[in-house]
Antibody, heavy 128, light 110 residues
Framework: QITLKESGPTLVKPTQTLTLTCTFS??????????VGWIRQPPGKALEWLAL???????RYSPSLKSRLSITKDTSENQVGLTMTVMDPVDTATYYC????????????????????WGRGILVTVSS | QSALTQPRSVSGSPGQSVTISCTGT?????????VSWYQQHPGTAPKLIIF???KRPSGVPDRFSGSKSGNTASLTISGLQAEDEADYYC??????????FGGGTKLTVL
């Protein structure tokens, strides 16, 4: 059974850097095809994909936030981290981490992914 | 990249069918058969209910079905039940190793 749990600060000040951790179980990021992503949701608003990291350390970022994001993994600790710089009140949101796998068809990897198991999320408020 | 366009709300009575649309462009919904749908009840994490346009993960009732025509994907829920009241989000691959969510649709079961 795959589970994920987000942790980190629930309150950050404007201009500060946010660092979140996703601790997971039920799979390993040292196993081929496994991946973890981050998604956020401002209160009352839509979901927004942020970043993704594969077992082989390939990383993908949302183009609109790429300059502010960094995703990392610690395979031995079963953790994935997300760093977002220069936080602003508009970044107030629930941040989710989620599991996915690289999909291959006839041996060729597809470029896409979908998130099949999600953590419960952590609400991060940006305020002075 | 703009979010995919969904109606803000839809409603239906128990037992009826409802369809939620998700309109994108040829660069996302229309360009790939990589559309998914998520269901989100208040205060909970999203749940995958449709992937690859039409496929259902194990455990998702067959009352939920997906389709696509051109740049518009659709989620149909038949035999509406009270527990189906939730927010629904479409999701699509958008090229260049990026993905997009829709703006979300609130389903009310009357």
């Amino acid at each position: 059974q795959i589970t994920l749990k987000e942790s980190g600060p629930t309150l950050v000040k404007p201009t500060q850097t946010l660092t979140l951790t996703c601790t997971f179980s039920g799979f390993s990021l040292s196993s081929s095809e496994e991946a973890v992503g981050w998604i956020r949701q401002p209160p009352g608003k839509a979901l927004e994909w942020l970043a993704l990291i594969y077992w082989n350390d390939v990383k993908r970022y949302s183009p609109s936030l790429k300059s502010r994001l960094s995703i990392t993994k610690d395979t031995s600790e079963n953790q994935v981290g997300l760093t977002m710089t220069v936080m602003d009140p508009v970044d107030t949101a629930t941040y989710y981490c989620a599991h996915t796998r690289r999909i291959s068809v006839w041996g060729s990897p597809r470029p896409d992914w979908y998130f099949d198991i999600w953590g419960r999320g952590i609400l991060v408020t940006v305020s002075s | 990249q703009s979010a995919l366009t969904q109606p803000r709300s839809v409603s239906g009575s128990p037992g009826q069918s409802v369809t939620i649309s998700c309109t994108g462009t040829g660069s996302n919904v229309g360009g790939y058969n990589y559309v998914s749908w998520y269901q989100q009840h208040p205060g909970t994490a999203p749940k995958l209910i449709i992937f690859d346009v039409t496929k259902r993960p194990s455990g998702v009732p067959d009352r939920f079905s997906g389709s696509k025509s051109g740049n518009t994907a659709s989620l149909t829920i038949s035999g509406l039940q009270a527990e189906d009241e939730a927010d629904y989000y479409c999701y699509s691959y958008a090229g260049s190793y990026t993905v997009l969510f829709g703006g979300g649709t609130k389903l009310t079961v009357l």
